[in-house]
C-alpha cells in the first residue's frame, strides 16, 4: 500500500509556506522547531520531492513544494469539515463557529445581529475576525473559517454565495459643498474627481469605481483612508466627498452638522452583502441559520 502523507505532515508544510521561517511555523503550530523540521523531512521521503529550501538566512518553497502546499490547504479545509459534518449531526447552530466580516459590514451589521444569534442560538460560540476580503477568502480556503460575510461584486471563484440583501451607497459631502446640493446625485465627472477612497485591498474602493463607470485618479493631495471613519472625517474636514454604504449612514457614522449623506441617480450604485462558504463545507443548514438571522437584524 502507498504511504500517504499525514495531516499534520502537511499543516506543517501550509504553516512555513505562510511564514517562510521555521521558528515561527513552529510557533503557529504549537510544536518544536525540531519536530516541525522533522516532519517536514518526512513529508518530503513520503514524496520523494524537495519541498523546501533551507540555510541559514532564508528558506524558499520550491516549484513542487508551492503546489503540494497549495493542494494541502485543500485537504486540510475537507478535513476539517469532515469533522465538523459529524459534529453537526449532534445540534446544529452549536459549537464554535468560526466568521470573518470585512470592516466596511462588521460595525454596521454585527451590532444587530449578535444579540439575535445569542438568543437563537445559546450554545453557538462565535469566533470573529474582521479583515480584507482577500484575506478572509484565503482562510476560508484554508479552513480557518467557517464563513465569510462580504460584499458583491467580488470574485469569490468555486465558493458558495448566498446573497443576502443589497445595500445603496450614498454620497456623503460637507453642507456647503455645491455637489451635494441636489436631492439626488449624478456621478459627474467633476465628482468623481473629488472622490475619497479607502486604500488599496478594501472592496468598496472597487465598488466605488465601478458606480462611477471609470476609472478614479487619486485625489490631488494623494490621500486615501484606511477606514470608512477616516473617510468621513476627511469629507468633514473638507478634502473631498464619499462614497458611504447605506448602512453606515443609518447607523449615523455620517451625522454630523457639517455634513449632507445623498442617494446616487437611477441606477442607484450598491452592493450586495453576501455569505460564502466552501463547497466542501458540512455547515449548510448552519449557512442557512446565520442568513436568516442577518437577514432579520438588517430589517
Known sequence: MTTLPSLKQLQYLVALSQQLNFTRAAESCFVTQSTLSAGLKELEGVLGRQLVERDRQSVLMTHTGLEVASRARAIIAAAQDLVGLAAQTLQPMSG?????????????LLPQSLPLLRAHYPELRLALREDLTANLLLRLEDGQLDFALIALPYATGTLLVEALFD??????????????KAKTVKPTPVLTDRLLLLEEGHCLRDHALYACGKPIRRTSIGIEATSLLTLVQMVESGFGVGLVPGMAVKSGLTQSPALVSRPMSQPTPKRTIALVARRSTSRLEDMKALAEVIRQAKA
Open 96 to 108: 464554535q463557529l468560526r466568521l470573518g466580516v470585512i470592516p466596511t459590514i462588521a460595525p454596521f
Open 167 to 180: 445595500d445603496e451607497l450614498w454620497i456623503v459631502g460637507r453642507q456647503d459643498d455645491p455637489a451635494v
